[in-house]
């Protein structure tokens, strides 16, 4: 059975998607820009204050789905520059302790113009 996962403490969909689907004892959530989820606006300019919304938006959906960063598997993690790798990862290894395998790809561009996206896939046990 499916699970949809939504918590007004992350930003509200903006498509036809859930923010996270669980099955099993698996959370699958969708990719997360750095939307303040209270005022709907892009936070920060540069690519460490994106990285830090983004993930915090990930953990508000861990959360609200019963787990936490510790229990993540696998990031897939988009950036629009692969300049920013360096600095995005500064941000990143703060709150993915636990090393999940991952990729990370920079792409043409994000949603909204966004610097970076960051989705991940957890375990609920």
Do not use: H, W
Not at 63 to 78: N, P, R, S
Not at 84 to 108: G, L
């Amino acid at each position: 059975m499916l699970k949809k996962v939504a918590t007004d403490k992350a930003p509200a969909a903006i498509g036809p998607y859930s923010q996270g689907i669980i099955v099993d004892k698996m959370l699958f959530a969708s990719g997360q820009i750095p939307i303040n989820p209270a005022t709907g606006e892009i936070t920060g300019t540069n690519i460490t204050e994106q990285a830090e919304q983004a993930i915090k938006n990930v953990g508000e959906i861990l959360k609200e789905a019963g787990t936490d960063y510790t229990k993540v598997v696998k990031t897939t993690c988009f950036l629009a520059e692969m300049a920013d790798f360096a600095a995005f990862n500064a941000v990143y290894e703060k709150y993915f302790t636990e090393k999940p395998a991952r990729s990370c790809v920079a792409v043409k561009q994000l949603p909204k113009d966004v610097l970076c996206e960051v989705e991940v896939i957890a375990y609920l046990g």
